[in-house]
């Protein structure tokens, strides 16, 4: 049975997350250089494309299609067959089958975009389409399957995750490492200066991020009532501590900046997607402060180490989607959210060793397969750019166009 | 005649312009640029820690004035431009063979 209101919510929704991937090109161009800002917002809108005509022929059928054994869908709804304007209430009883799977398309559509941040300045553009194309197959529609899809074993196991803190950020911010190490660093990292471009651009992507989180998080409500509003709240304080803390932690070191307080701001925002609809607006807080804490010393840590995951997607999504599902697993209350479970601090150990096991699996997972199809694409297509491609600049070499 | 160089930094024009102007000079060639001195650049805030800037933005204001207004001119741009601090830039101070006004086709000392 359709409900309007729970429909117009999740098709508006859809929009706000749709809007993310945008935003995410602008938060993420304009901390490259200059010669490099095109091509990065391109790495993420080309991404909506693609991925939008990959969904529709064969990713939501293996993502969430008619279960094969706990780890797949199988390829009943190819092309859509079967996906209509009818509900199909075990996923979402409220709203068109359809709207459903453009609200998850949506969410198909940022996580490749997410790693682009790991290897701006240097990609070959068509290694890129290839390597994205064969990742959204082969690690997000599998583990968007186990933990999403009806009979996916990590949703029989009881996980939780909300919006996707594991499908998205995990499988993200963990890709992203192991596909830095496929690609290498950037000529001159560490020796060359890299000045950010456009500071002002990331933060008017990092804030339109976190306006279309309220659809990303509230939206994985399904409806529109009580649920999608504590999401919102979560979110929004979640994001607002994280910055918060952020700019306390940095303005001790030294100064708080503009970039650092984004930075924070998407650091929260990452950590509370798989808890906000089952965690009360204190416990969002917590989430805030500690993901601040955990990403903003991982960045400090890899630049220690000299490690180029440039944009630091691992820090931001990889640590702030796992420290949150691990959160989820410790913070959750039944008694907001009959769906959810209790956590380890309202009871429930048991919870909390199923976040944790979610959390390894998708981890190992994601990173062994990104590795081997980043390997795989390297040989076969030339995952980096050449050198003199890299020295001008990608915006020139690869998309012959200029900024400014 | 001399050719007088001052890299200063960018919110002192105002301040050198009226130096100058009290001077007698009013005509002068202003070009932004970028460049650095013994500090190397400086040190701004990162998402966490800090990257450095190597090249800084400043201005260069170019002025030819008579030999024996020379002195007086740099001492004016020194301070006016001087803040104390380091960054306040330098002036570099040079020989001009001949000047030619475009429209009239005066040359020499009358053209400046």
Redesign the interface.
């Known amino acids: 049975m359709i409900n309007s209101g729970d429909t117009a919510w999740v098709l508006i929704s859809t929009a706000l997350v749709i809007l993310m991937t945008p935003a995410l090109g602008f938060f993420y161009g304009g901390m490259v250089r200059k010669k490099n800002l095109l091509s990065t917002i391109m790495l993420s809108i080309t991404m909506l494309a693609m991925i939008s005509v990959q969904w529709i022929l064969y990713g939501y059928t293996i993502a969430f299609g008619p279960d094969r054994g706990g780890i797949i869908g199988g390829l009943d709804w190819l092309g859509l067959a079967h996906v209509t304007g009818a509900p199909y209430a075990a996923y979402a009883p409220g709203i068109p089958h359809l709207a459903f799977m453009m609200f998850q398309l949506a969410f198909a559509v940022i996580t490749p975009a997410l790693i682009t941040g790991a290897f701006v300045e240097r990609i070959n553009f068509s290694g890129f389409l290839v390597f994205t194309l064969l990742w959204s197959t082969f690690v997000y529609a599998p583990v968007a399957h186990w933990v999403w899809g009806i009979g996916g074993w990590m949703r029989n196991m009881g996980v939780l995750d909300f919006a996707g803190g594991a499908v998205v950020h995990i499988t993200a911010g963990i890709s992203a490492l192991a596909v830095a190490l496929v690609i290498g660093k950037r000529k001159g990292y560490g020796k060359v ?3 950010p471009s456009n500071i002002p651009l990331t933060v008017l992507g990092a804030f339109l991020l976190w306006f279309g989180w309220f659809g990303f998080n509230g939206g994985s409500a399904l409806s529109a009532g009580a649920i999608a509003t504590q999401a919102i709240v979560a979110t929004n304080a979640a994001g607002a501590a994280a910055a918060l803390t952020w700019m306390i ?2 303005w001790s ?5 503009a ?2 307080f984004s ?1 924070g701001a998407i650091a929260g925002l990452a950590a509370v997607t798989p808890a906000s609809g089952f965690v009360s607006p204190l416990s969002a807080l917590m989430i805030g402060v500690v993901a601040a804490i955990f990403s ?2 991982m ?2 840590f890899r ?1 220690k180490i000299g490690f180029d995951e440039s944009l ?1 997607v691992f820090a931001c999504h990889g640590i702030g989607g796992m420290w949150g599902i691990i959160a989820t697993g410790l913070f959750a209350e039944k008694a907001l959210n009959p769906a959810g479970a209790n956590g380890l601090f309202f009871g429930n150990i048991t919870q909390f060793k199923i976040q944790l096991i979610a959390v390894a699996v998708i981890a190992i997972f994601s990173f062994a397969a990104t590795y081997i199809l980043a390997k795989i694409v390297d040989t076969m297509f030339l995952l980096r750019a050449k050198d003199n491609e890299e020295d001008v600049g990608l915006d020139i070499a690869q998309h012959g166009e200029s900024v400014y | 005649m001399k050719k007088i160089e001052a890299i200063i930094r960018v919110e002192k024009l105002e301040e050198v312009k009226n130096a100058l102007e009290e001077k007698g000079i009013i005509g002068m060639t202003v070009t932004e640029v970028k460049g650095r001195g013994t500090q190397k ?1 400086i040190l ?11 090249f800084l933005p400043k201005l260069k204001v170019e002025v030819v004035v008579k030999e024996s207004d020379a002195d007086a001119v740099v001492k004016a741009i020194a301070d006016a431009a001087r803040t104390g601090r380091a960054g306040d830039g330098k002036i570099f101070i040079s020989t001009i063979e001949a000047v030619v006004r475009v429209r009239t086709g005066e040359s020499g000392q009358t053209a400046l």
């Open positions: 200066p890299m000045e932690i940095s070191h030294k100064r708080p900046s970039l650092g930075t903003y010393y960045i400090i630049m630091d | 650049g701004l805030e990162w998402r966490a820690g800090e990257y450095r800037v190597e």
